[in-house]
């Protein structure tokens, strides 16, 4: 890319309408006074590779990548880092100069500076976590929490066999428990994390019972639609330390925007209040 250039951006996914990610974006490089821009491509499975390849050739420096792309894009790229190995999925790409896709996974990296900003005296080493769901989400949840620190992770979803994948990748630290005793883990839990899509607008509630929580617990969901989920509200009156999913969300974008546009965006109210509005 010369000088004269501006660097372009994007997220990439199939639908894509819903993404916040161009509105973060879009305000970090207004507020920063960067000259570049970062669009939403609604791209095809079949059609990734391609697009991946002819991107560069435009003069974009880099993608966000989400569903159903993050395990189809890890694949087509020529570097990937051991975070996003060991997660399974890709969520970043960079277009190095050299002509190569570089693949990361920044899902974990944005889960565990959410809680560092939002409950500052956590510690992770106090006790077990439990995690709800053994999605794509959940692997970069429990990878972020195995290297803080957290002794053992008592791990649970609907379809245990998904559940024991996850604990054969990870190791001994896992314990996998049937989801009919979910309540009971969260009894046991320092750090309870619902990784799932139950709660969101539009999907079932999460129907785990909560009477076990531990008042000073820490508990978060990875859900933001609603900010306030049930399993949050619950805890919260519960006396737990509440965390909700938005700004995770915003801070697994902060170490692509700063490969890609070379200034470290803040996390602060003014960009939570966009993403909100």
């Known amino acids: ?64 990548i ?18 996003a190995t060991l997660i ?5 790409l960079i277009f190095r100069k050299d002509g190569k896709i570089h693949a990361d996974n920044t899902d974990g990296y944005g889960f565990i500076e959410n809680l560092r900003q939002n409950a500052p005296n956590w510690d992770p080493k106090a006790g077990p976590a439990a ?3 053994a999605g794509g989400a959940a692997r970069a949840v429990v990878a972020s929490l195995l290297d803080a620190g957290v002794p ?16 054969r990748d990870f ?3 896992i314990k996998v428990v049937d989801w009919i005793q979910a309540g009971n883990i969260i009894e046991e839990a320092a750090t309870v994390v619902n990784t799932t899509a139950l709660g969101m607008m539009g999907k079932p509630e999460l129907r785990v019972p909560l009477d076990g929580l531990q008042k000073g617990a820490l508990v978060t969901d990875l859900v933001y639609n609603p900010l306030q989920t049930r399993l949050l509200r619950e805890a919260s009156d519960m006396g737990c330390v509440t965390v909700d999913g938005l700004g995770m969300l915003i801070h697994q974008a902060i170490p ?7 200034s470290r965006p803040v996390v602060d109210a003014e960009i939570r209040a966009v993403l909100l509005r």
């Open 1 to 64: 890319m010369t000088a004269e250039q501006i660097p372009l951006a994007g997220v990439i996914g199939s639908p894509i309408a819903h993404s916040k990610s161009p509105l973060l974006h879009g305000h970090w490089l207004k507020t920063l006074g960067i000259k570049g821009h970062y669009i939403p491509m609604d791209v095809a499975p079949e059609n990734l590779e391609s697009v991946l390849r002819a991107l560069p050739l435009a003069g974009f420096v880099g993608t966000n």
């Open 66 to 83: 989400t569903v159903p792309h993050k395990v189809a894009a890890m694949d087509i790229a020529d570097l990937v880092t051991d975070r």
């Open 88 to 92: 399974g999925a890709a969520n970043t």
């Open 131 to 133: 995690v709800l769901g």
């Open 152 to 167: 053992q992770i008592l791990l649970t979803n609907r379809t245990r066999l998904r559940a024991e994948n996850l604990q």
């Open 171 to 173: 190791g001994a630290k």
């Open 256 to 262: 692509g925007f700063e490969r890609w546009f070379g």
